[in-house]
C-alpha cells in the first residue's frame, strides 16, 4: 500500500483546482456590437427590452455602435432594422433613421427591404439630396417587392 505524503497530497489538490482569476480589479475589455450579438439579444428579451438596455441609464450610448454598424450597409445589421424600428423614438429614430441613409448609397436594396418591413419610407432616412448617386442607386434596385417602398424614397429623395 502506498501512503503519500501531505505535500503530495496537497501538491495533487492544487493541481485539481481551478484557475485563479486574476483580473479582478483590472479593466476587461467587453466585446464590440456585432449583429449577430444584437439578434441573439432582440430574440432572448424581445427587441423592446434590449432597446430600453441599450439606451439605459448604465450605458445610454449602447446604440451608437448598433448605428455604426447599419449604416455600413451590411445584411446582417439591416436584418435587425424591421426589429429595432418599432423600438425607438425620439434621438434615436432620429440616429436609426442617419444610419440608414447613409446606407441606402451602400446596399440600397437592403435599406429598402428593410424599411419595407418596418413601416415604409420616411422623409428622414430618404433625406432630400441632389446627389444623383443616391437615387441612382435607389432607382436601380428592381426587386418588384420593394416597388412602393422605392417610389416612396424616390418622392422624398427628390423633394427639394
Same mark, same amino acid.
Given at each position: 500500500?502506498?501512503? %503519500? ?7 495533487? %489538490? ?23 450579438h444584437l439578434a441573439? %439579444? ?109 417610389a416612396d424614397c ?7
Amino acid at each position: 500500500m502506498h501512503r %503519500l505524503s501531505i505535500a503530495a497530497l496537497i501538491a495533487a %489538490l492544487a493541481a485539481c483546482s481551478p484557475p485563479v482569476d486574476t483580473t479582478q480589479g483590472e479593466d476587461i475589455p467587453e466585446q464590440p456590437m456585432t449583429a449577430a450579438h444584437l439578434a441573439d %439579444l432582440i430574440a432572448a428579451d424581445g427587441a423592446g427590452h434590449t432597446v430600453a438596455v441599450l439606451t439605459g441609464p448604465a450605458d445610454p450610448t449602447g446604440l451608437e455602435p448598433v448605428f455604426a454598424g447599419i449604416a455600413t450597409g451590411d445584411p446582417g445589421w439591416l436584418s435587425v432594422i424591421p426589429m429595432l424600428r418599432p423600438e425607438v423614438d425620439g434621438e434615436y429614430a432620429e440616429g436609426l433613421a442617419d444610419a440608414l441613409s447613409r446606407a441606402l448609397p451602400i446596399n440600397p436594396e437592403g435599406v429598402l427591404t428593410a424599411l419595407n418591413a418596418s413601416g415604409g419610407a420616411d422623409e428622414r432616412t430618404c433625406e432630400v439630396t441632389d446627389d444623383p448617386t443616391i437615387i441612382s442607386a435607389v432607382e436601380g434596385v428592381t426587386d418588384p417587392a420593394l416597388k412602393a417602398v422605392q417610389a416612396d424614397c424616390l418622392g422624398y429623395l427628390r423633394a427639394g
